[in-house]
């Protein structure tokens, strides 16, 4: 039972990730090509600028998890995926570097190179975690010792980049709802434009995705074997329907939430077709890292658990604090004191 609750509390951290840095990571993808002065690209970073190292911590929070409820799956996962996850770092630092450096000097081609590297820091880990996840559903060829029978090249898969495609898709829609959000005039016209672009495309893309993932891997078992689960999907069905009709009546809040569900809830189906696998490994279904055979003891489980329950409602509250303290949307009299 503790193993399960903490397979459920690691998809929600991951869930809770992607839904928060998903918008950075799809506003800074769209900054060299979406916005056109030097006003609308102030406008992004700001959009992002008080929220993007709040939305890190989750990421911490997420691999600490993996960390102390399952270290031997987290050290089978590090070293497996060591390449894949050493330059999802690299371009994270990118992106923090980028959004630090960008204001420092007033120089057009200064500033040129750092919207190009804040997008490449957004767009690599991206795809690299939509490669790198889809690849642990379809399972990663470790053999019975944990190691990794396999390379950096073999997670470049089909399916492998089918999830990164999917993944930055997700994101760009999560984030041009996030620039809707904060942007005003002909700026959150064009985002919401381009939201109802995207979120034809993200329609179209989930469906394929299921599919796709129903011959790839084995994450509809549990589904199949217990059909009341199938309650998960209907959830992720619901979301995307919400924020179809949200954004078609330009509600930019309520479709960015309906947004976050489906992001979130997606996660969830995942995890829970996972489960009890945490790492299923394609050589042979006995060498795969499972919740029981990867997790810490179980007094370890008890006492991080009553530290989460503690922690963790104290991160909300302070992050929600900082979202309803920038929830309105950016106004021409906030950009000239440029920091970015």
């Known amino acids: 039972m503790l193993e399960t609750t903490w397979l459920i509390l690691w ?19 769209m900054l060299p090509f979406f916005a056109r002065d030097e006003e609308e690209k102030s406008t992004i970073y700001r959009a992002v600028g008080p929220f993007w190292d709040g939305n890190e911590v989750w990421l911490v929070a997420a691999g600490g998890v993996t960390f102390a409820a399952f270290p031997a799956a987290y050290a089978v996962m590090f070293s497996s995926l060591y390449s894949s996850l050493m330059i999802i770092l690299f371009a994270l630092i990118l992106r923090a ?50 190691i990794f029978q396999g ?98 009546r330009g509600t930019w809040w309520r479709a960015w939430f309906a947004s976050s569900g489906v992001i979130v809830t997606t996660v969830i189906f995942a995890v829970v077709g996972l489960y009890p696998d945490l790492l299923p490994s394609s050589l042979d279904p006995s060498y795969s890292m499972t919740i029981s055979n990867s997790s810490s003891s179980p007094l370890t489980l008890k006492i991080m658990l009553a530290v989460v329950l503690v922690v963790v409602p104290l991160v909300i509250l302070y992050q929600g604090w900082v979202y309803w303290l920038f929830r309105e949307p950016l106004s021409k009299e906030d950009l000239p004191h440029e920091v970015y």
């Open 11 to 29: 998809g929600l951290l991951w869930g809770v990730y992607f839904m928060l840095d998903g918008f950075d990571f799809g506003l800074a993808m």
């Open 97 to 146: 570097v980028s959004i630090e450096f960008r204001g420092q000097i007033e120089s057009p081609p200064w500033k040129s190179f750092w919207d190009v590297c804040l997008m490449a820091g957004s767009l690599v880990p991206a795809f690299l975690f939509g490669v790198v996840f889809a690849n642990i559903f379809k399972g990663i060829p470790i053999d019975g010792a944990g």
């Open 151 to 248: 390379s950096i090249v073999a997670l470049f898969n089909v399916y492998g980049i089918a999830g990164g495609i999917f993944f930055v898709i997700l994101f760009l829609l999560h984030g041009s709802l996030w620039l809707a959000i904060k942007s005003e005039g002909t700026l959150r016209e064009r985002s919401g434009h381009l939201s109802r672009k995207l979120s034809r495309v993200v329609t179209a893309a989930i469906p394929l995705f299921l599919i796709v993932t129903f011959f790839q891997t084995d994450l509809f078992d549990n589904y199949v074997n217990i059909p009341l689960l199938f309650f998960i999907p209907v959830v992720v069905v619901i979301a995307l329907v919400m924020m179809l009709v949200y954004i078609g």
